[in-house]
């Protein structure tokens, strides 16, 4: 069964430094998210993409934050610099459409831990 | 503005019936969801409801909708100790964000 995958599951960065997490997701899907989860709260949605660009992002999706689809397989999150508050759980979505009834497939998640 | 409430834990015995509640305040949610977690892996889309809808039943899992109350719930019938994780509900409205739930730690006692 075709599966979002991230990568790696654990990061560990120091604070102001670069970090990028990578997702491949499911091969024919067209739209793609990124959610973190900050320890004990609850799962946020930072930003949407489609056709190459973002469609839309919430308050938290700042400009430390950009996102990339670099080839046709891959999906990055980029945080420039680094803060102790980034430390989180990020998890990448896909979907096949942007229909709201449709399925957004999670991968497992990446842990960044910011020191 | 959207924000979804769930209680942190319930635990019940293998056999029985859970049943998780959510509740929501934006009146315009279109579909609601809900998602489990396992340890160590992503979100499972486990069902959803359209909103002109008051219940469906998906095998074990049934999801009570009252709109009136903002009101959502999830019942699996028959609870097995696989069914142990972390339940999510969630709400998607005029964006295709989802708003989640901070979920509800379900532990199933052989």
């Known amino acids: 069964e075709p599966e979002v995958t991230q990568t790696p599951s654990h990061q560990v960065t120091q604070m102001g430094q670069e970090v990028i997490l990578r997702c491949v997701p499911i091969?024919?899907?067209?739209?793609f998210y990124w959610y973190r989860q900050i320890l004990g709260q609850k799962v946020e949605f930072l930003v949407s993409?489609?056709?190459?660009?973002?469609?839309?992002k919430s308050e938290i999706f700042d400009d430390q934050f950009s996102v990339e689809r670099p080839d046709g397989s891959n999906f990055t999150l980029k945080i420039r610099s680094t803060k102790l508050e980034d430390s989180a759980m990020y998890f990448c979505?896909?979907?096949?459409?942007?229909?709201?009834?449709?399925?957004?497939?999670f991968g497992p998640g990446t842990r960044l831990t910011v020191l | 503005g959207e924000d979804v409430e769930q209680s942190l834990f319930l635990s019940v015995r293998e056999g029985d019936s859970s049943v998780i509640n959510c509740t929501y305040t934006?009146?315009?949610?279109?579909?609601l969801y809900w998602y489990k977690q396992e340890p160590g892996a992503g979100l499972q889309l486990l069902t959803y409801?359209?909103?002109?809808?008051d219940m469906k039943q998906d095998q074990r899992l049934t999801v009570l909708l009252n709109k009136k109350d903002k009101h959502l719930s999830l019942r699996i019938a028959d609870t097995q100790t696989g069914d142990s994780a972390i339940y999510f509900c969630?709400?998607?409205?005029?964006?295709?964000?989802?708003?989640f739930g901070s979920g509800t730690r379900l532990q199933v006692q052989p």
């Open positions: 091969s024919n899907h067209l739209y």
């Open positions: 969630a709400e998607i409205t005029g964006r295709r964000a989802l708003t």
């Open positions: 409801i359209f909103s002109n809808m």
């Open positions: 934006d009146s315009s949610s279109t579909y």
């Open positions: 993409f489609y056709n190459n660009e973002i469609s839309e």
């Open positions: 979505a896909s979907s096949l459409s942007g229909v709201q009834r449709n399925e957004q497939f």
